[in-house]
Every structure is written in structure tokens, then in C-alpha cells.
């Protein structure tokens, strides 16, 4: 398997390098593997985030910096990484390192059968707190009854796809910051691919960048703005 890992970033100096290398780590020892890259993908950090990842760029050929200079959101980040890279099998984790990574095999066993697979946080052992909880259950219920999607996380930070099966659908998405991964899996769902949950070891890490009563006006907008949009096609 030829394997691109996308890690969009913007002011993770805390987490950054600790991510990147035990992605690294990882990806070296899985035997599944032929061949693999790890993209940064970074744009408006007012930290030390660019700094460390020119570092981390010079220090392997694995590892590329793209610095998007003014990032205009998490989605945007994900498909600059997608455009800069050819392999089939594309996944993308967020850059607090929340997310385990004795995760990347199981996700790639299943893209051998699935086009997409998603991240779940649902499993009974993790916990991402009571409020955040309860704002995900109420997004995921309002997708899944806005679209029928019957995906229990729509927004967790680790995903994978083979490129094959949804560049054309990359191409077809409007949104480019935190909803980008539900009208992904959404649009895909209405493209037929097949799509496969895998619950996760997730442990947070640090302040969420996502404001729960800002962030749920977005949310709840967009949904709105995605459903009239099918009703209108």
C-alpha cells in the first residue's frame, strides 16, 4: 500500500513534533505498507508551529511542510495535502495527537474493503467530556435525520480514503472548514460508496479549537444549507 498521511495544523506547537514523529514511527513498522509520506498541512499560526514543521521537513524525506500561509479552514488544509500527493491510500489525523496510532493499521486493513472509513469515538472507554458529548450526539442525531447517514461520528479527526473513489467528490465539496468531513461523508453516501466505521482509542489533548455555541450555530447552518441544496437538485 502506497500511504499519505495529511496532518492539518494551525498553532499546535504543544503537539506538532510528537504527533509527526510517532506518525513516523508508526508507518515505518507497518508491514502493510510500500511506501508512505506524512504532510503537513499549515496555514495562520501566530506560535512557533511553522518553525518546527520547516524542522521537521528537513530532518526527514518522508515528512513535507505545506505552509498555506492564511489557512482558511480544516478542509482546505486536507485537500492541499490530497492535491500534493498521487498515493491511493490517503488518511488524515488531527494534529494534537489525540488520536492513537496503533490506530493506522486497522484503518488501512479496512480500506482494503471499504472506500471510506471513519473514526468513531463511541466506543464505551472513551471520553471526550460532558459537554462536548452531549454537542456531538445532537450534530450526529441532526445529520442522521436530516440524511439518513447512520454514522454515530461524523466529526472525529481520523479518516481514510482510497483517492480512486473520491477525488471526484473532493472536487464537488463547498465546505472548507469543520463541516467539510460531514458533507464529505454525506456526498458520499449519495455517490454509493461503501463506507465503514472504526471505533478509535481517542484521548483529548489540550483546548478543543471548536466553540460549542459558535461553532453548533455553524454547524446547524450548514446542515440546513446542504439540505436545501439536495432538495433543490
Known amino acids: 500500500m502506497n500511504v499519505t498521511l495529511a496532518i492539518p495544523a494551525q498553532d499546535e506547537e504543544s503537539f506538532i513534533e510528537e504527533t509527526v514523529e510517532g506518525a513516523e514511527k508508526t508507518l515505518s ?12 498541512s499549515e496555514g495562520g499560526s501566530t506560535d512557533n508551529t511553522k518553525s518546527i514543521c520547516r524542522n521537521l521537513d528537513e530532518t526527514s524525506s518522508s515528512i513535507k511542510y505545506l505552509d498555506l500561509e492564511d489557512l482558511q479552514g480544516k478542509g482546505r488544509a486536507i485537500e492541499e495535502a490530497f492535491k500534493n500527493s498521487d498515493n491511493e491510500y490517503f488518511l488524515f489525523i488531527d494534529a494534537d495527537g489525540a488520536i492513537s496510532t496503533d490506530e493506522f493499521r486497522p484503518m488501512l486493513e479496512s480500506l482494503k474493503f471499504y472506500d471510506i472509513v471513519i473514526g468513531s469515538r463511541k466506543s464505551p472507554e472513551v471520553d471526550i467530556g460532558i459537554l462536548r458529548g452531549i454537542a456531538s450526539n445532537l450534530f450526529n442525531y441532526g445529520v442522521n435525520f436530516l440524511f439518513s447517514s447512520n454514522i454515530d461520528d461524523h466529526q472525529c479527526g481520523f479518516k481514510g480514503f482510497r483517492r480512486s473513489e473520491v477525488k471526484d467528490i473532493l472536487n464537488d465539496l463547498e465546505s472548507q472548514h469543520w463541516f467539510w468531513d460531514t458533507e464529505l461523508i454525506i456526498k458520499a453516501q449519495s455517490y454509493g460508496k461503501d463506507i465503514e466505521t472504526l471505533e478509535i482509542e481517542w484521548e483529548e489533548k489540550g483546548d478543543s479549537k471548536v466553540d460549542l455555541i459558535s461553532d453548533g450555530f455553524y454547524f446547524s447552518r450548514k446542515l440546513v444549507e446542504l439540505r436545501i441544496r439536495k432538495w433543490s437538485n
Not at 513498522?29 to 503537513?40: A, H
Open 29 to 40: 513498522t507497518i508491514d502493510l505498507i510500500n511506501s508512505y509520506e506524512i504532510i503537513i
